[in-house]
């Protein structure tokens, strides 16, 4: 790995603590910058995705966030992690099988209508609670398209969420924890199927974390709607990245 790619995976890091988008451009930044191959790229970003999303359940919440605690674990509970684990090893086992550029547009989307939504919507759209199931088959397909697409969960489910009318507080805090049983899903996979280099996703993982922790600084100095405003760009930067990558 270069040092340019590792800086910009630490940025990356960064804009995943800030937004929790921005894992994204970790393996773009490891094939054409770090000359990694893809399917080891993947592999190893998928794995220190993990960091961040360990970290994001033992740290406070940024300063601003709603203080209603069932948000959380609504977006979390156990039937919702058990669902993102199962759809990422689902997706990590048949990642060779499916066209990479359709889940691309699925993704690019998804991010971009969702981001235009929130920057264009007048006022705040309506909070919409699901049921435990519902929300367990979300995370199932949240789960898959992380594993397929390279990232690590946030990408697919922040969208949702968005469009589902979750303040942002509350949506980036699930969204950066949905990382942990995503990436270990599909890391268990990947490591039995001899893609995953450890020591690679380790360094990545380190890089992702020292990021993850500066961005966090940072959310904690925006006030809501301007976090609402960088969450919505966010998603439309990506869906960009997405069509073109």
Do not use: C, K, Y
């Not at 929300?135 to 949240?142: G, I, S």
């Amino acid at each position: 790995m270069t040092l340019l790619a590792a800086f910009v995976v630490l940025l990356g890091g960064a804009a995943i603590g800030a937004t929790s988008i921005g894992g994204v451009v970790v393996v773009p930044a490891l094939v054409g910058l770090g000359r990694v191959p893809a399917e080891n790229a993947v592999a190893a970003a998928s794995f220190a995705f993990a960091f961040a999303g360990a970290a994001a359940f033992f740290v406070r919440r940024p300063q601003g966030a709603t203080a209603a605690p069932h948000v959380p674990l609504v977006a979390f509970g156990w039937l919702a992690v058990l669902g993102a684990a199962a759809g990422a090893a689902l997706g990590a086992a048949t990642l060779a099988w499916l066209p990479a550029r359709g889940v691309a547009w699925v993704v690019a989307l998804l991010a971009i209508g969702s981001g235009l939504h929130a920057l264009l919507g007048r006022g705040h759209a309506r909070q919409r609670h699901l049921g435990a199931g519902v929300l367990a088959l979300l995370a199932l397909l949240v789960g898959a398209l992380s594993a397929w697409s390279g990232t690590g969960g946030p990408v697919v489910l922040l969208p949702l969420l968005a469009l589902l009318g979750w303040p942002a507080n509350d949506a980036v805090d699930a969204a950066q924890r949905v990382q942990l049983p995503v990436a270990a899903a599909a890391t268990v996979v990947n490591l039995a199927a001899g893609r995953l280099d450890l020591l690679l996703g380790a360094m990545l993982g380190a890089l992702v974390l020292a990021g993850w922790a500066l961005g966090r600084q940072l959310a904690r100095r925006l006030p809501v709607p301007r976090l609402r405003q960088a969450v919505a760009l966010a998603l439309v930067a990506t869906g960009v990245v997405f069509l073109f990558r």
